[in-house]
Protein backbone atom coordinates (compact mmCIF):
# COMPACT_ATOMS: atom_id res chain seq x y z
CA UNK A 1 0.00 0.00 0.00
CA UNK A 2 1.53 3.80 -1.10
CA UNK A 3 2.99 5.61 2.08
CA UNK A 4 -0.20 8.43 2.61
CA UNK A 5 0.77 12.15 4.64
CA UNK A 6 -1.49 12.37 7.47
CA UNK A 7 -4.26 14.27 6.01
CA UNK A 8 -4.73 11.65 2.96
CA UNK A 9 -3.91 8.77 5.64
CA UNK A 10 -7.37 10.20 7.72
CA UNK A 11 -9.48 10.34 4.79
CA UNK A 12 -12.32 8.08 5.74
CA UNK A 13 -13.53 7.42 1.95
CA UNK A 14 -11.51 7.71 -0.98
CA UNK A 15 -12.97 10.32 -2.73
CA UNK A 16 -11.56 13.66 -3.66
CA UNK A 17 -14.07 16.32 -5.13
CA UNK A 18 -12.50 17.79 -7.58
CA UNK A 19 -12.17 21.70 -7.57
CA UNK A 20 -14.85 23.26 -9.83
CA UNK A 21 -13.93 26.32 -12.29
CA UNK A 22 -16.70 29.10 -10.92
CA UNK A 23 -18.76 26.33 -9.32
CA UNK A 24 -16.99 25.12 -6.23
CA UNK A 25 -17.66 27.72 -3.01
CA UNK A 26 -17.29 27.45 0.71
CA UNK A 27 -20.75 25.74 1.02
CA UNK A 28 -19.57 22.70 -1.08
CA UNK A 29 -16.08 22.22 -0.03
CA UNK A 30 -17.97 22.44 3.54
CA UNK A 31 -21.04 20.02 2.60
CA UNK A 32 -18.10 17.02 0.80
CA UNK A 33 -15.73 17.59 3.75
CA UNK A 34 -18.33 16.84 6.65
CA UNK A 35 -19.41 13.62 4.37
CA UNK A 36 -15.93 12.30 4.88
CA UNK A 37 -14.67 12.93 1.44
CA UNK A 38 -12.17 15.87 0.35
CA UNK A 39 -13.51 19.03 -0.64
CA UNK A 40 -11.81 21.41 -2.78
CA UNK A 41 -12.28 24.52 -4.80
CA UNK A 42 -9.84 26.92 -6.89
CA UNK A 43 -8.79 29.57 -5.27
CA UNK A 44 -9.90 31.79 -8.01
CA UNK A 45 -13.28 31.31 -7.50
CA UNK A 46 -12.98 33.96 -5.05
CA UNK A 47 -13.23 37.22 -7.00
CA UNK A 48 -12.14 39.87 -5.96
CA UNK A 49 -9.13 38.13 -4.61
CA UNK A 50 -9.86 39.59 -1.25
CA UNK A 51 -12.84 37.39 -0.76
CA UNK A 52 -10.31 34.12 -0.87
CA UNK A 53 -9.29 35.00 2.72
CA UNK A 54 -13.71 35.24 3.95
CA UNK A 55 -13.94 31.92 2.34
CA UNK A 56 -10.68 30.34 4.00
CA UNK A 57 -11.58 31.32 7.55
CA UNK A 58 -15.37 30.35 6.61
CA UNK A 59 -14.33 26.63 5.99
CA UNK A 60 -11.88 26.41 8.32
CA UNK A 61 -14.16 27.57 11.68
CA UNK A 62 -17.29 25.12 9.99
CA UNK A 63 -15.18 22.14 9.75
CA UNK A 64 -13.69 23.17 13.10
CA UNK A 65 -17.26 23.62 14.53
CA UNK A 66 -17.69 20.60 12.97
CA UNK A 67 -14.58 18.49 14.32
CA UNK A 68 -16.11 19.60 17.83
CA UNK A 69 -19.49 18.67 17.73
CA UNK A 70 -18.54 15.38 15.67
CA UNK A 71 -15.14 13.97 17.61
CA UNK A 72 -15.49 10.24 16.68
CA UNK A 73 -16.26 11.79 12.65
CA UNK A 74 -14.10 14.83 11.94
CA UNK A 75 -14.55 16.01 8.57
CA UNK A 76 -11.92 15.34 5.73
CA UNK A 77 -9.02 17.35 5.25
CA UNK A 78 -9.97 21.01 2.20
CA UNK A 79 -7.84 21.24 -0.61
CA UNK A 80 -7.35 24.54 -2.64
CA UNK A 81 -6.38 24.61 -6.37
CA UNK A 82 -3.79 26.82 -7.40
CA UNK A 83 -3.38 27.87 -11.21
CA UNK A 84 0.07 27.36 -12.25
CA UNK A 85 0.48 29.51 -15.16
CA UNK A 86 1.79 32.54 -16.05
CA UNK A 87 -1.67 33.94 -17.00
CA UNK A 88 -2.30 33.73 -12.79
CA UNK A 89 -1.40 37.26 -11.28
CA UNK A 90 -3.22 36.13 -8.53
CA UNK A 91 -1.32 33.21 -7.20
CA UNK A 92 1.24 34.89 -4.90
CA UNK A 93 -1.33 36.45 -3.25
CA UNK A 94 -3.36 33.16 -3.48
CA UNK A 95 -0.64 31.08 -2.15
CA UNK A 96 0.20 33.32 0.62
CA UNK A 97 -3.97 33.37 1.82
CA UNK A 98 -3.42 29.53 1.89
CA UNK A 99 -0.43 29.15 4.00
CA UNK A 100 -1.22 31.50 6.39
CA UNK A 101 -4.51 29.50 6.98
CA UNK A 102 -2.57 25.75 6.70
CA UNK A 103 -4.85 24.58 4.20
CA UNK A 104 -4.15 20.59 4.49
CA UNK A 105 -3.96 20.35 0.48
CA UNK A 106 -2.82 22.11 -2.49
CA UNK A 107 -3.86 20.59 -5.88
CA UNK A 108 -1.55 22.33 -8.72
CA UNK A 109 -3.04 22.72 -12.19
CA UNK A 110 -1.20 24.00 -15.27
CA UNK A 111 2.45 24.07 -14.47
CA UNK A 112 4.55 23.11 -11.43
CA UNK A 113 6.88 25.22 -9.50
CA UNK A 114 9.04 24.32 -6.92
CA UNK A 115 8.64 27.80 -5.01
CA UNK A 116 4.83 26.79 -4.51
CA UNK A 117 5.80 23.20 -3.15
CA UNK A 118 7.99 24.67 -0.98
CA UNK A 119 5.48 27.13 0.52
CA UNK A 120 2.79 24.28 1.04
CA UNK A 121 5.45 21.94 2.72
CA UNK A 122 6.60 25.11 5.11
CA UNK A 123 3.45 24.06 7.72
CA UNK A 124 3.25 20.43 6.29
CA UNK A 125 0.98 20.84 3.56
CA UNK A 126 0.87 18.43 1.14
CA UNK A 127 0.85 18.97 -2.75
CA UNK A 128 -1.12 17.03 -5.33
CA UNK A 129 -0.52 17.98 -9.27
CA UNK A 130 -2.61 16.81 -11.64
CA UNK A 131 -1.08 15.18 -15.15
CA UNK A 132 -2.33 13.67 -18.27
CA UNK A 133 0.89 11.86 -18.83
CA UNK A 134 4.13 9.71 -17.24
CA UNK A 135 6.08 12.45 -18.97
CA UNK A 136 4.46 15.07 -16.84
CA UNK A 137 4.46 12.99 -13.79
CA UNK A 138 7.83 12.60 -13.49
CA UNK A 139 8.61 16.78 -14.10
CA UNK A 140 5.51 17.22 -10.95
CA UNK A 141 7.41 14.98 -8.70
CA UNK A 142 11.60 16.22 -9.46
CA UNK A 143 10.02 19.82 -8.49
CA UNK A 144 8.42 18.87 -5.37
CA UNK A 145 4.88 17.88 -5.31
CA UNK A 146 3.93 15.02 -2.63
CA UNK A 147 1.58 13.05 -4.99
CA UNK A 148 -0.34 12.90 -8.36
CA UNK A 149 -3.74 13.37 -10.44
CA UNK A 150 -4.04 11.38 -13.13
CA UNK A 151 -6.39 12.89 -15.27
CA UNK A 152 -7.16 10.21 -17.75
CA UNK A 153 -9.55 10.34 -20.84
CA UNK A 154 -13.34 11.23 -20.03
CA UNK A 155 -12.72 13.86 -17.24
CA UNK A 156 -14.63 17.30 -16.98
CA UNK A 157 -12.55 20.30 -18.11
CA UNK A 158 -9.30 20.33 -18.89
CA UNK A 159 -8.34 16.30 -19.29
CA UNK A 160 -6.42 13.84 -21.52
CA UNK A 161 -6.48 11.44 -23.75
CA UNK A 162 -4.58 8.54 -21.84
CA UNK A 163 -6.69 5.43 -20.71
CA UNK A 164 -7.02 5.32 -17.24
CA UNK A 165 -5.54 1.69 -17.34
CA UNK A 166 -2.52 2.84 -19.45
CA UNK A 167 -2.30 6.37 -17.22
CA UNK A 168 -2.10 4.42 -13.76
CA UNK A 169 -0.13 1.48 -14.58
CA UNK A 170 2.74 3.57 -16.77
CA UNK A 171 3.09 5.37 -13.06
CA UNK A 172 2.65 2.96 -10.72
CA UNK A 173 5.97 1.37 -12.27
CA UNK A 174 7.95 3.98 -10.59
CA UNK A 175 5.69 5.84 -8.02
CA UNK A 176 3.96 4.36 -4.93
CA UNK A 177 3.19 7.59 -2.96
CA UNK A 178 -0.75 9.05 -3.86
CA UNK A 179 -2.28 8.84 -6.51
CA UNK A 180 -5.87 9.84 -7.63
CA UNK A 181 -7.85 9.14 -10.94
CA UNK A 182 -10.28 11.10 -12.78
CA UNK A 183 -11.81 10.51 -15.99
CA UNK A 184 -15.67 9.52 -15.95
CA UNK A 185 -15.68 8.78 -11.99
CA UNK A 186 -19.39 8.83 -10.91
CA UNK A 187 -20.29 5.78 -8.75
CA UNK A 188 -19.24 3.98 -5.86
CA UNK A 189 -18.47 1.12 -8.09
CA UNK A 190 -15.80 3.32 -10.04
CA UNK A 191 -14.04 4.20 -6.81
CA UNK A 192 -13.60 1.05 -6.32
CA UNK A 193 -12.33 0.17 -9.92
CA UNK A 194 -9.85 2.79 -9.46
CA UNK A 195 -8.46 1.72 -6.20
CA UNK A 196 -8.30 -2.05 -8.11
CA UNK A 197 -6.15 -0.19 -10.86
CA UNK A 198 -3.63 1.24 -8.43
CA UNK A 199 -4.84 4.73 -7.75
CA UNK A 200 -5.64 5.08 -3.80
CA UNK A 201 -8.45 7.92 -4.40
CA UNK A 202 -11.09 8.44 -7.25
CA UNK A 203 -10.95 12.27 -8.08
CA UNK A 204 -14.91 12.82 -8.37
CA UNK A 205 -16.32 16.51 -10.15
CA UNK A 206 -18.82 16.73 -13.08
CA UNK A 207 -21.52 14.79 -10.79
CA UNK A 208 -20.94 17.61 -7.96
CA UNK A 209 -22.11 20.16 -10.47
CA UNK A 210 -25.67 18.21 -9.89
CA UNK A 211 -25.76 19.22 -6.45
CA UNK A 212 -27.95 21.51 -4.45
CA UNK A 213 -24.79 23.54 -2.80
CA UNK A 214 -22.81 23.98 -6.29
CA UNK A 215 -22.63 27.04 -7.62
CA UNK A 216 -24.12 26.20 -11.13
CA UNK A 217 -27.37 27.52 -12.64
CA UNK A 218 -30.46 25.07 -12.51
CA UNK A 219 -30.02 24.65 -16.64
CA UNK A 220 -26.44 23.25 -16.18
CA UNK A 221 -27.85 21.22 -13.31
CA UNK A 222 -30.35 19.88 -15.75
CA UNK A 223 -28.53 19.39 -18.13
CA UNK A 224 -26.01 17.44 -17.03
CA UNK A 225 -29.05 15.03 -15.63
CA UNK A 226 -30.54 15.17 -18.85
CA UNK A 227 -27.47 14.47 -20.40
CA UNK A 228 -24.62 11.30 -21.17
CA UNK A 229 -21.59 10.68 -22.60
CA UNK A 230 -22.55 11.08 -26.22
CA UNK A 231 -23.52 14.86 -25.42
CA UNK A 232 -19.57 15.62 -24.09
CA UNK A 233 -17.25 17.06 -26.85
CA UNK A 234 -13.67 17.61 -26.85
CA UNK A 235 -12.25 20.82 -27.80
CA UNK A 236 -9.62 23.43 -27.09
CA UNK A 237 -10.95 26.03 -28.62
CA UNK A 238 -12.66 27.59 -24.88
CA UNK A 239 -9.20 27.87 -23.06
CA UNK A 240 -6.60 27.10 -25.40
CA UNK A 241 -6.16 23.45 -23.87
CA UNK A 242 -8.32 20.70 -24.56
CA UNK A 243 -10.99 19.95 -22.00
CA UNK A 244 -14.56 18.18 -22.18
CA UNK A 245 -18.01 19.95 -22.43
CA UNK A 246 -21.58 19.83 -22.77
CA UNK A 247 -23.06 20.06 -26.36
CA UNK A 248 -25.76 21.87 -25.17
CA UNK A 249 -24.71 24.59 -23.89
CA UNK A 250 -21.97 24.89 -27.21
CA UNK A 251 -24.78 25.43 -29.40
CA UNK A 252 -26.72 27.38 -27.12
CA UNK A 253 -24.00 29.91 -27.48
CA UNK A 254 -24.62 29.76 -31.45
CA UNK A 255 -22.06 27.31 -31.88
CA UNK A 256 -21.91 23.57 -33.89
CA UNK A 257 -20.47 21.42 -31.55
CA UNK A 258 -19.75 19.01 -34.40
CA UNK A 259 -17.41 21.60 -35.78
CA UNK A 260 -15.41 23.49 -33.56
CA UNK A 261 -12.33 25.29 -35.22
CA UNK A 262 -8.84 24.91 -33.07
CA UNK A 263 -7.88 27.41 -30.71
CA UNK A 264 -4.37 28.93 -30.12
CA UNK A 265 -2.88 27.13 -27.35
CA UNK A 266 -0.69 30.12 -26.40
CA UNK A 267 -3.73 32.20 -26.31
CA UNK A 268 -4.57 30.27 -22.86
CA UNK A 269 -5.99 32.50 -20.34
CA UNK A 270 -8.35 32.40 -16.93
CA UNK A 271 -9.45 35.92 -16.72
CA UNK A 272 -11.37 38.04 -18.93
CA UNK A 273 -13.27 36.34 -22.06
CA UNK A 274 -12.43 32.81 -20.81
CA UNK A 275 -14.11 32.99 -17.19
CA UNK A 276 -17.20 33.81 -19.66
CA UNK A 277 -16.38 30.88 -21.62
CA UNK A 278 -16.65 28.38 -18.88
CA UNK A 279 -20.22 30.24 -17.65
CA UNK A 280 -21.73 29.87 -20.99
CA UNK A 281 -19.75 26.77 -21.91
CA UNK A 282 -20.32 24.39 -19.54
CA UNK A 283 -17.63 21.77 -19.03
CA UNK A 284 -18.50 18.00 -17.74
CA UNK A 285 -17.07 14.78 -18.09
CA UNK A 286 -17.99 11.50 -19.55
CA UNK A 287 -19.51 9.67 -16.17
CA UNK A 288 -22.58 11.98 -15.98
CA UNK A 289 -24.87 9.20 -17.52
CA UNK A 290 -25.00 7.84 -13.76
CA UNK A 291 -25.87 11.01 -12.51
CA UNK A 292 -30.16 11.39 -12.03
CA UNK A 293 -31.02 13.58 -10.28
CA UNK A 294 -29.82 16.65 -8.52
CA UNK A 295 -29.49 15.88 -4.70
CA UNK A 296 -27.20 18.11 -1.95
CA UNK A 297 -24.07 16.84 -2.11
CA UNK A 298 -24.06 14.46 1.59
CA UNK A 299 -26.69 12.74 -0.26
CA UNK A 300 -24.63 11.62 -3.05
CA UNK A 301 -21.77 10.63 -1.19
CA UNK A 302 -23.92 8.67 0.72
CA UNK A 303 -25.00 6.43 -2.61
CA UNK A 304 -21.39 6.33 -3.17
CA UNK A 305 -20.30 4.83 -0.22
CA UNK A 306 -23.99 2.68 -0.47
CA UNK A 307 -22.95 1.53 -3.83
CA UNK A 308 -19.60 1.40 -2.97
CA UNK A 309 -19.97 -1.00 0.19
CA UNK A 310 -22.35 -3.46 -2.80
CA UNK A 311 -19.44 -3.69 -5.56
CA UNK A 312 -17.15 -5.29 -2.30
CA UNK A 313 -19.89 -7.44 -1.39
CA UNK A 314 -20.26 -8.48 -5.17
CA UNK A 315 -16.44 -8.90 -5.65
CA UNK A 316 -16.11 -11.36 -2.11
Request: glycine share 8%.
Amino acid sequence: MPKLPAPLARLPFPVIGSPLFIISNPKLVIAQCTSGVVGSMPALNARPAEQLEAWLMEITEALAAHDRAHPDSPAAPFAINQIVHKSNERLEHDMALCVKYKVPIIITSLGAREDINAAAHSYGGVVLHDIINNKHAHKAIEKGADGLIAVAAGAGGHAGVKSPFALVQEIRQWFDCPLALSGAIATGGAVLAAQAMGADFAYIGSAFIATEEARAVDAYKQCIVASDSDDIVYSNLFTGVHGNYLAPSIRAAGMDPDNLPVSDPSAMNFGGDKAKAWKEIWGCGQGIGAVSQVQPAGAYIAQLKREYAAARERLL
